[in-house]
């Protein structure tokens, strides 16, 4: 399961990558092992806001997608 | 204290964005340079001095660091940079920005609630082995968090002092000074482990560089590794060090063959050592998953529904309040100018000089000076949607509608900063990754209504438009204010639109962005920016608007003409009437006969009036005759025929034409030739109503609504302020795109007010 699938609320863990991540993704701590927390989605459905790590990260859902994640 | 230690000279200060680093710099320095709470506030290298120890202090000779320069940074999320903005700090630490070595002292400035991520950077600086001290930042806000770290056990894994810092209270500055001036030996780095094919790859590259290039040899290995994962890195060397870049994309094409992932294998290493050590150090005190106050803020302020009606809303009411909440010291500051006008024709001996000086110069610079208070309440109100951490979450809130233009949620910060003025809005687009993204925001944000416009929107708003309200609370003063800002904003995106679609074509760059938590705004920042606002504003307006308005004055005046001889007796006859009438009055008075009181004095009493006021009309049209034939009159009938059919007499064109240098210099353009215009007695400066009054020779008003309209979306698109286009020079390398620039928003003002004019009267509303 890809990381923009998750509905706000969830929580998952990184396992992986699908194509290529922008580089400032795993620089923020995105790296596998790291939990995540979907904490909501923007007014119109896109970009997505992420905890990762104590702190809260605006991502695009196209981005997300190459975010490989498992059900925590 | 040692005495062994080199001098300090210079001082960085590194680190994540929004942690903090020009609220330490402004400490350290007794600098005032701009703190918000949102990611790339600081876009530039900026340095100041070290201030010595605060009177109080332990005095030690040794503290009082004479010529040590403290160097602000912008921030960066790591040491492989992705926008113009990163590439300054990473520069400024490498020692690459010429005639700048590298510092002698980093200060890594690290959020205390955020430790994890920020330990990323740290851990990269650590590898460049200067110098480095930890200033552990907001810790103030640790017991909020629910956080406790154990510093000493911090400074032991990274080998660094660490420095326990709240500088927004101060405390700590003292005991990071201190630091600073007796600095650690060079640091060793934390020896996280890279993956061991990667590593095995790097360290040859390491060597090949060492040969070919000056590099110190404790950073060879960070700027191989830079290199082989970051392809901005990479570009650097493709002419310093040939050998080395072919060397790494050989390398490159080998890993991928095989495949091994190179390009995370840098993240990994070291979030394999961070992690651990966080996890050590970093003690969570209250339950994990607490409902903070930031999160109740944003489930509203985010929401489906309320977000962006919200956002609508605080847009709304920015641009009312800036009309309302003004007027009461709009007009102080016009009876101030109105008062020091009569103090100076009375002080002044009569004749030139006084006339330039009120006339002139007063009449110029008060008119402007009046839209001060809108101008410092539109800063006041972004100034706290920077402040509190809204302005991130705007940019959260639009990405979604700024992609459908090609830009991101990136560029809503540049647009919205750009209300206040275009130079700030085209600086902060050196945040945006895409470089193509970034071009296009510069070119698009001069379409922003900024502050600059405010005084010709205001005062052609206040005479055209009503002052009531829709259901008494909408102003339509401050709906038509805000529809020229939507004007203006809209143009922007089709301008972006256009521009991505046939100019910098591409899929466009990634959002990802921080959200801060919320603060409170900090009224002393808040009230500093607006000093230095109207600093700027008084400046600019003593300078260039002061000297303009000479000019001005000078070229409506001159050359003195004669009347021509039908106004000559005209005026003559007036005179001469009015005269007999007094003379008539008084034979009357000392005749004393009283029955002549009644009916002969009414009637000699009302020829007297008549007289007056023929003389008046004609004193009017004498006055009205020497601007039209004075220099600026004859230049603006010269332009008339271009500007008439926008339906702009020759004081606009003229006007237009003064204000290409700044936008607010059509107001004194405007005040100056009507005051020049008029004849000595009036002694109103209100320049509202000389617009009202003003006619054509054939009676019709010069400012039919209509003209008013026209000229307003006029400055709504065109580009007049030379700053903004020196800024975009720079910013661009190159005078073409801001040539550009002032081409595209020329034709579309030209294009917008003809359209609006003809239309206008095609439809009779002219
Ligand atoms: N609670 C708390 N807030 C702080 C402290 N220091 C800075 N802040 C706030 O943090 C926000 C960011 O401060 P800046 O000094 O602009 O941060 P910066 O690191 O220069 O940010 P960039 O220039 O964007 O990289 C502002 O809202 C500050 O008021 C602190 O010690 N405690
Ligand atoms: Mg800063």
Not at chain 2, 465 to 494: D, K, R
Not at chain 2, 518 to 529: A, G
Request: hydrophobic letters at 50%; glycine letters at 8%; one cysteine or more.
């Amino acid at each position: 399961m890809t990381l923009d699938a998750l509905a706000p609320g969830a929580t998952a863990v990184v396992t992986g990558y699908a194509g290529e991540l922008p580089a400032r993704l795993l620089e923020m701590g995105l790296v596998p092992g790291t939990s995540i927390e979907v904490v909501r989605l923007a007014p119109l459905g896109d970009p997505m806001e992420l905890k990762v790590r104590g702190f809260l990260l605006s991502v695009r859902k196209d981005e997300a997608a190459h975010v490989v994640v498992e059900n925590a | 204290m040692t005495e062994t230690q080199t001098r300090v000279r210079t001082v960085a200060l590194a680190g994540n964005p929004n942690v903090g680093k020009t609220t330490l710099f402004n400490a350290l320095t007794g600098s005032h340079q701009k703190v918000a709470n949102y990611p790339g506030v600081t876009v530039e290298r900026k340095s100041g001095r070290l201030a010595g120890v605060r009177a109080g202090g332990d005095g030690a000779p040794s503290t009082s660091a004479p010529g040590v320069e403290v160097v602000d940074l912008p921030g960066t999320y790591s040491l492989a940079p992705k926008s113009v903005d990163e590439r300054v700090a990473f520069d400024a630490l490498v020692g690459r920005i010429p005639g700048e070595p590298a510092p002698d002292v980093v200060v890594c400035v690290v959020d205390a609630t955020n430790l994890e991520r920020n330990l990323y950077l740290v851990t990269q600086v650590l590898d460049l082995g200067l110098p480095t001290v930890v200033a552990l930042n907001m810790t103030d806000a640790l017991d909020e968090a629910g956080i406790e770290i154990d510093v000493a056990g911090l400074a032991e894994r990274l080998g660094v002092p660490v420095v326990e810092t709240a500088a927004r209270s101060g405390r700590g500055i003292d005991a990071l000074r201190e630091a600073v001036l007796d600095p650690p030996p060079p640091a060793q780095g934390v020896g996280w482990e890279l993956m061991p094919a990667v590593q095995a790859a790097v360290a040859p590259l390491a060597e090949a560089l060492g040969a070919e290039s000056d590099v110190p040899p404790s950073q060879l290995h960070a700027e191989a590794l830079g290199a082989l994962t970051s392809d901005p890195l990479l570009a650097v060397w493709e002419r310093r060090a040939p050998r080395f870049h072919q060397d790494v994309l050989d390398t490159r094409a080998a890993l991928d063959a095989r495949p091994v992932m190179y390009r995370m294998a840098e993240m990994t290493g070291r979030y394999g050592w961070i992690s651990p050590v966080a996890a050590d150090v970093v003690r969570q005190t209250a339950a994990a998953g607490q409902v903070t106050v930031s999160d109740k803020i944003d489930a509203v302020v985010t929401h489906r529904v309320w977000g962006p009606l919200i956002f609508g809303g605080v847009l709304l009411v920015i641009f009312q309040a800036v009309f309302s909440w003004a007027v009461p010291a709009m007009d102080a500051i016009e009876w101030l100018v109105g008062v020091t006008g009569q103090g100076m024709r009375a002080v002044l001996p009569d004749g030139v000089f006084e006339d330039v000086m009120v006339e002139g110069a007063l009449t110029g610079v008060g008119n402007v000076l009046v839209f001060l208070p809108q101008i410092l309440l539109l800063f006041l109100f972004l100034g706290i949607m920077e402040d509190t951490g809204y302005m991130a979450r705007t940019a959260f809130i639009m990405d979604r509608a700024m992609r459908k233009v090609g830009l991101s949620g990136g560029s809503v910060v540049p647009m919205l900063s750009a209300y206040a003025c275009a130079i700030p809005g085209i600086m902060a687009a050196r945040t945006l990754a895409d470089e193509r993204e970034r071009i296009i925001t510069i070119m698009v944000v001069p379409l922003q209504g900024c502050s600059a416009r405010l005084p010709v929107y205001v005062l052609f708003i206040a005479a055209f438009i009503p002052a009531g309200s829709l259901f008494g609370v909408i102003g339509y003063q401050g709906l038509a204010m805000t529809s020229l800002y939507v004007l203006g904003t809209l143009m922007a995106f089709a301008a972006a639109w256009v521009l991505r679609k046939w100019v910098f074509k591409g899929t466009g760059s990634s959002f990802v962005m921080e959200l801060p938590p919320y603060r409170m705004p900090q009224p002393r920042y808040l009230w500093r920016r607006m000093v230095d606002r109207s600093k700027v504003f008084v400046v600019r307006a003593g300078k260039i608007i002061f000297g303009l308005s000479i000019v001005l004055w000078v070229l409506a005046s001159y050359p003195k003409l004669d009347p021509p001889p039908a106004l000559a007796a005209q005026m003559e006859a007036a005179d001469q009437a009015a005269q007999d009438a007094r003379q008539s009055l008084v034979d009357i008075d000392l005749s004393g006969r009283a029955e002549l009181e009644g009916t002969e004095r009414a009637s000699i009493e009302s020829a007297l009036e008549a007289a007056d006021a023929e003389s008046l009309v004609a004193q009017n049209e004498w006055a009205g005759y020497q601007v039209r034939n004075s220099y600026i009159g004859r230049f603006g009938h010269a332009l008339e025929p271009i500007m008439r059919p926008l339906g702009f007499d020759w004081k606009i064109s003229a006007g237009i034409v003064a204000s290409f240098a700044a936008r607010e210099v059509i107001v004194s353009a405007l005040a100056t030739i009507y005051s020049a215009g008029a004849d000595a007695d009036e002694e109103s400066l209100a320049l509202r109503d000389a617009i009202k009054a003003d006619t054509y020779p054939d009676g019709t008003k010069v400012f039919t609504p209509l003209v008013a309209v026209s000229l307003l979306v006029f400055f709504v698109f065109a580009l007049q302020c030379m700053s903004t286009l020196a800024i975009a020079k720079r910013e661009l390398n190159s005078w073409f795109w801001p040539a550009v620039m002032w081409g595209y928003m020329f034709v579309l003002a030209y294009g917008f007010s003809f359209a609006i004019y003809q239309g206008g009267k095609l439809l009779g509303l002219g």
